[in-house]
């Protein structure tokens, strides 16, 4: 199962950790995890370098953290969204494959 954890703090997205994998097809052919990658590196990818945004990226096996310290613009919080409500919509296709779930980050 792919693990998504959001965390809010002030009313914003400020961080996001995505692990596991789906277990829909067997390695190098689930089309579903190639689906969620996508759309993580592509928020990953739009937060950091298309907006320049200060984000801290940590990439371990099976896992990828983004997380932002500060975003004045609010801009990240929307990619951040985005990405949740995608995933969240992926869930809901395809149960028992993706577990989405937001916190409140503490301060």
Not at 24 to 32: C, K, M, S, V, Y
Request: hydrophobic share 45%.
């Amino acid at each position: 199962m792919i693990r998504a954890a959001f965390w809010e703090q002030t009313g914003r997205i400020r961080r996001f950790e995505i692990a596991g994998h789906a277990g829909w097809a067997d390695a190098g052919e689930d089309i579903l995890c190639a689906a969620v990658s996508s759309a993580v590196q592509l928020a990953a990818n739009t937060v950091t370098d298309a907006a320049c945004l200060p984000a801290a990226v940590a990439v371990r096996e099976n896992t990828i953290t983004v997380s932002l310290s500060d975003d004045p613009s609010g801009f990240a919080d929307l990619v951040f969204r985005g990405l949740r409500t995608h995933l969240t919509q992926l869930a809901e296709d395809f149960p028992g494959t993706i577990q989405v779930e937001t916190r409140e980050a503490v301060s």
